[in-house]
């Protein structure tokens, strides 16, 4: 079994890998890639030493760690948890800042991906029907097309 500082120190260079990759014009699949990797590292750092009881503020640091490489690998679901981890723990009021600071970033990051289009197969029978429904929500329409054998709304 790997030990906390293994793991973090790890988590860091692929990170720092993820930063070069993010670097490049063509390395954004890269930089995701890296940061996932990242991110799965330090999580497993965070939550080990969070079984084994270490103190305040490394536990803290590991979370919020782990936490913006979720962000940064688009994990923002994972990213909310561990922040709420961090901060049912008992950081210090500086580290707590910032735990709330991240907080903000991800649910900003989530509000930005609300807008996204979301495809549903349906068959062109069904097609007027799914319209009148959408406008029945009040739910706006820009454009329903067909692409690939799907409709997108």
Known sequence: MK??????NEAMDLALQG???A???DGKDDACRYYAMAFEKEQEAALLADFLHNPEPGLSIL????????LQCGKLREAERLVAKALSGNPSSEIATELRDLLHQIYAEADDKSDE???????AA????????VQQ????????RKAMGHVAL
Do not use: F
């Open 3 to 8: 030990d906390i500082r293994t793991l973090h």
């Open 63 to 70: 979370y919020r760690s782990a936490a913006s490489l979720a």
């Open 117 to 123: 289009i979301y495809e549903v197969r349906i068959t």
């Open 19 to 21: 930063d070069i990759a």
């Open 126 to 133: 069904q097609r007027p029907k799914i319209q009148i429904l």
């Open 23 to 25: 670097a490049r014009a």
């Open 137 to 144: 929500l009040g739910l706006p329409v820009v454009s329903v």
